[in-house]
Structures are given as C-alpha cells and as structure tokens.
C-alpha cells in the first residue's frame, strides 16, 4: 500500500500547498480520501481522473471536499467511466453538493454517494476500511485502512479523542492533522489538534511512522516535526504535496 498526499494544508490554502486529499493506492487499486481545494490539480499531475475507483469524503468542510465539484465536472465532460463513481461520506457533504449544483441532475448519474457514519467498515477492493468518529463540530469520520498486514490511519479533522488513538492503533503509518503547528493559549476545544497532541496520539496507538499534515499556514512543517518529537519517539515526518510514503 501506498499514500500520496495531494494537499496538505490546514484549514486554507498555504503557498505549495492545497488543502487535503490523499491518493491510497494498492494493487492497482486507487482510492482518493478527500478532495480539498486545489487537490485536483495536484491529482491531475500523477493519473487519469478515470482510474479513481472510490471516494472518501471525512466530513463537509469545504478544505475537504471543494474540489469534488470539480472532479465532478471533469468526469462528466471528459470522463470513460461506464459505472457511476462511488463516493462514501456522511450525509451533509451530499447535501453541501446539491447546493453547490443547483438543478444539476446529473450528479447522480455520474457519482453514487453512500451515506457513511462512525463504526462502519467498508470493503473497496483490496482496501478494508473502518470509520471511527472524530472530535469536530460537523460529523466527521477518521479512517483506518488495511491490507495484507499493511495499516494506514488518517485522523481526518479532530480535537484530541481516544477514538483516534483506536483507529491508529499499531498502524504503520498514522497521517495525523496538526493544524496548530505551535500550541496558543485560546484555542477552540473540540476541534484540532497540536503537533504536540498528534505526537501523543501516536506515542499513545504505537505507530511507526507519523506524517504531520494539515498545518495551518503561518505555522511550518519544520515547527510541526519539533514539537511532535518531543512527545513521540518513532519517526515523524511532515506531509507535503506530492510527496508518497509507502504503509507497511
Ligand atoms: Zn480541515
Ligand atoms: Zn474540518
């Protein structure tokens, strides 16, 4: 298995970076988890936009899934697909599609969008994929994937929750969100988390590998790596677009 980021910002937009998706790949398999702004010109650089064989979509910000409206338009005007694209998210980011396409019938004739919640398990190819509930202030649902004794975790948009030390538990390879580079005084609760906090979070699961994503600009990979070393031993990276890390 393997990830591909293909937007790591926090939040907006960050110079070099858009806002979060990720490309799982895995025999030949192709799951995008994500479709932040500006992600699909980032996907567009790596393959065809017809060899996505599902969608996963954590929750209806818009840095999460902006840019299915444009992947949207791309399949329907330029796409192969002979079978409508499968996109798994819980029900509000149909219903944010629906807005954003007024009238737009043909959405559904060109994705099918299941509505997913916490403690689902999915099975997409050779991908088995749980869902466990993030700490946000919309429903939002963090991912483990495995394959063949390979495991992924991805926090998606959360606040410190033991439901993401589950879901990352003995992963290889934990993408975590560190939207706060450096801790402030002030910080909403119950909505990101700290690089310090995601190095906990993976101290706490027993990660190998844990990749900082998500990190709201002016905040820096650089400051990001620092303050999650301090909590966490094993080996932290920070994501960056464009860059893929082989899972197990
Ligand atoms: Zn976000
Ligand atoms: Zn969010």
Do not use: K
């Amino acid at each position: 298995m393997r990830v591909t980021v293909l937007g790591s910002a926090g939040s907006y937009p960050a110079p070099g970076r858009a806002c979060s998706s990720y490309l799982v790949e895995d025999q030949g398999y192709r799951l995008l988890v994500d479709c932040g702004n500006g992600s699909l010109a980032n996907f567009m650089q790596l393959a065809q936009v017809d060899s996505i064989d599902a969608v996963v979509v954590t929750h209806r910000h818009v840095d999460h899934m902006a840019d299915l409206v444009g992947l949207y338009h791309l399949l329907r005007f330029h796409g192969g697909r002979t079978e409508r694209l499968p996109v798994y998210a819980p029900s509000a980011v149909l219903e944010i599609m629906e807005a954003l396409l007024p009238g737009d019938d043909a959405l559904h004739d060109v994705c099918r969008f299941e509505t997913v919640r916490a403690g689902d398990r999915l099975s997409l190819g050779p991908l088995d994929v749980s869902l466990f509930a993030a700490d946000h202030p919309v429903e939002t649902v963090a991912l483990r994937v495995e394959s063949e004794g390979a495991r992924l975790a991805y926090s998606a948009d959360s606040g410190p929750t033991p439901e993401l030390a589950r879901c990352a538990a003995q992963a290889d390879l934990f993408l975590c969100e560190s939207t706060w580079a450096v801790p402030f005084d002030g910080r909403p609760a119950h909505l990101h988390l700290s690089a310090r906090e995601a190095g906990e979070l993976a101290a706490q699961a027993g990660v190998g590998t844990l990749v900082l994503t998500h990190i709201a600009y002016p905040g820096t990979g650089e400051q990001a790596v620092r303050e999650a070393r301090a909590t966490f031993d094993g080996t932290v990276v920070e994501a960056c677009d464009l860059r893929d890390h082989p899972v197990g």
